[in-house]
């Protein structure tokens, strides 16, 4: 497998520019006779679809939902990051760069960092024109708040519901083309496989979630939006439909995929509190803006909140990292609520909780003042807890919530398949090894709205369109014949267990070996483990009805199939890598405080794994990473 990234040449700021000048153009006329298939319409994909489309392509997009609407890009809350400084508070594209690829712990590409930052400020002018309705302050100025692991107010918002607007504004601006016949919507289509014809990327074969039926679609190209593979721990903060399907498929045939093992632990989410739950709540970061986040000062305190004075209360966040205080990073804040659970420090029923307390900002603003700028957020707590964060603090603890691994990408947003690219969570490319609050909508509508425009441009000039209707049609019904197969193998096992039973019992096995904290042993058993779930789901499985009619138990257990073949790719990664960095603790590399301590020497790459042909077996690749504009350090946060 060969790894070029084709970053250009030139100082850095300027790398983006020189890319976009000699990247090869296609003449407006000839556009409309290039075909793009997008997968996914959240974010990232919806913005892809309308820009391609404003260019002059032709695009299918296509979704698991009744509408693009749907997509878990809605579920985003807390902000959109952009180096604006409208604040006038030190912020700028190289500080924006700088925390971004400090927070990722260095092990992201610094071209793409950089590139991400520069594009930030043109995504908030284009939705701003959109409509988007972000916040502003006294004088009509967009308004901004502050996340984690940064000193400077960079977050534009619409309330609680940043994600669903910038949604809205990507919908509309891609039913835009809906109508002007350039964008074909096909909803209720999941991608089963990637057609791969003489080494290129030429379509997918899809199955129709209403009345089953096996399709195939041809392109010149092909983007993956798909999102990231979070409910491969079954209990997350992802939408219940979210899955690794598209991607898996992609590697099995040939694409490599990234850092498997690296996936965000958000700390701000409401505790599990039953054994059958099947989804977790995320409460926003933005929360940690005026919310304190505290524990009893000794172990086992059992009393309420209000009946424990502040003198016995540990701000532990405050207390140890005083420059950012609960503003740290994701990854330091959930390794250290876990700690004080660890120690018989955590609160509520089960133990495995903090408490996130906005007493003092409602003392110091008044309940008014808080609930403007929290009120969906306060308002969905309660809703689901039936308890009042005005009046009691909340309850938090940490949960999987996003994915920074994902299919292997170069610059130009292509992955190892030559006409296959990638966009958004579903990619690796940007976050490094944890991703900072905010930085997930600002690169889906990188990638969506100004990146994949101009890069597939350059691929589909180099190649003129060859034919669609016949090229490689016999692998096209190879890969339908595959397909229909393995639906069929699903429905006809007859066994006892159900796909979310399966699942349940993988997730677990994720969190306790391959979660929070990891360790050789653990990852040892856990890789064990997961061929024997394997071999009982490919006998034991139970799938009631037909592949003839909409039958979610199906389409579950096709997404459970392949997250039990992918989590054992997940456990190879994080064994390998013997460090710990951004949110990936390996207990036997720590600094004497307890904080992540990586190894530069060793592990300073991005690990990409290839399936072989032959017998599908993993391999090992690395592309080496260099840092010629910051200097790697140990990051603090004190």
Not at 365 to 373: H, L, M, N, P, Y
Not at 534 to 547: A, H, I, S
Request: aromatic content about 8%; glycine content about 10%; some cysteine.
């Amino acid at each position: 497998m060969q790894l070029d990234a084709r970053i250009p040449l030139g100082p850095l700021p300027e790398k983006w520019d020189r890319c976009r000048f000699e990247t090869q153009l296609v003449n407006p006329a000839n556009k409309r006779k290039f075909e793009i298939i997008v997968v996914g319409t959240g974010l990232a994909g919806a913005s892809a679809a309308a820009s391609l489309a404003e260019l002059g392509y032709n695009v299918k997009a296509f979704c698991l939902q009744d509408s693009p609407r749907r997509a878990h890009s809605i579920a985003a809350q807390g902000g959109i990051n952009a180096a604006k400084n409208y604040q006038n508070d030190g912020d700028s594209i190289r500080r924006l760069f700088h925390d971004t690829i400090k927070g990722g712990d260095f092990r992201a590409r610094e071209a793409n960092v950089y590139r991400l930052a520069q594009i930030s400020n043109t995504i908030i002018d284009q939705c701003t024109a959109q409509g988007v309705p972000f916040a502003r302050d006294y004088g009509g100025h967009l308004a901004n708040r502050s996340f984690g692991g940064a000193q400077v107010s960079r977050t534009f918002y619409a309330r609680g519901q940043t994600g669903q607007q910038l949604l809205l504004g990507a919908y509309s601006a891609m039913m835009r083309q809906v109508k002007a016949g350039r964008v074909q919507i096909f909803a209720r289509k999941e991608m089963l496989d990637l057609v791969v014809v003489d080494g290129r990327a030429r379509g997918i074969v899809t199955r129709d979630l209403v009345n089953g039926a096996i399709e195939s679609h041809t392109a010149h190209a092909v983007i993956l939006a798909t999102g990231g593979y979070g409910n491969v721990y079954y209990l997350s903060t992802n939408a219940m439909s979210s899955n690794v399907s598209a991607s898996w498929r992609a590697c099995k045939r040939g694409a490599g995929f990234a850092n498997p093992s690296f996936v965000q632990i958000h700390p701000t989410c409401i505790p599990v509190h039953g054994d059958y739950q099947s989804k977790l709540t995320l409460m926003s970061e933005s929360l940690r803006n005026d919310g304190r986040v505290w524990t009893p000062a000794r172990a086992d305190d059992q009393r309420p909140p209000h009946q424990i004075p502040e003198q016995e209360r540990d701000y532990y966040l405050e207390k140890k990292y005083p420059s950012f205080g609960n503003l740290v990073p994701r990854d330091v804040a959930s390794r250290n609520a876990k700690e004080q659970c660890d120690q018989g420090k955590g609160v509520g029923p089960t133990g495995l909780a903090v408490y996130l307390d906005f007493a003092q900002a409602i003392t110091r603003d008044g309940e008014a003042a808080i609930r403007r700028k929290y009120g969906n957020l306060f308002h969905m707590y309660e809703k689901i807890t039936n308890h009042d964060p005005a009046t009691e603090p909340m309850m938090i603890y940490p949960a999987v919530h996003y994915t920074m691994g994902g299919l292997w990408v170069d610059y130009h947003l292509m992955s190892t398949i030559p006409g296959l690219f990638v966009a958004g969570e579903a990619n690796f490319s940007d976050h490094g090894a944890n991703r900072l609050g905010a930085s997930a909508l600002m690169q889906g509508l990188a990638d969506g709205y100004f990146i994949l425009p101009t890069t597939i441009g350059g691929y589909l000039g180099a190649t003129p369109p060859p034919p669609l209707t016949s090229d490689g049609r016999s692998t096209f019904d190879e890969a339908k014949t595959l397909a229909t197969a393995r639906t069929n193998t699903l429905l006809t096992i007859g066994g006892q267990r159900t796909p979310d039973d399966f699942h349940r019992e993988l997730g677990l096995l994720m969190w306790n070996g391959c979660g929070i904290a990891r360790n050789a042993h653990g990852l040892t058993e856990a890789l064990a483990r997961i061929p024997m779930i394997r071999d009982e789901f490919w006998q034991n499985l139970k799938v009631p009805g037909t592949g003839a009619e909409l039958n979610q138990t199906l389409e579950r257990a096709g997404r459970v199939a392949d997250f039990l073949e992918f989590a054992e790719i997940m456990v190879r990664d994080a064994l390998a890598r013997e460090e710990s960095c951004g949110c990936h603790l390996r207990e036997e590399s720590q600094t004497e405080e307890h904080e992540a301590k990586r190894n530069d020497e060793a592990f300073c790459h991005v690990a990409v794994w290839e399936l072989d042909a032959d017998d599908g077996r993993p391999k090992l690749h690395k592309e080496p990473l260099s840092f010629d504009f910051t200097t790697p350090s140990q990051r603090s946060y004190t």
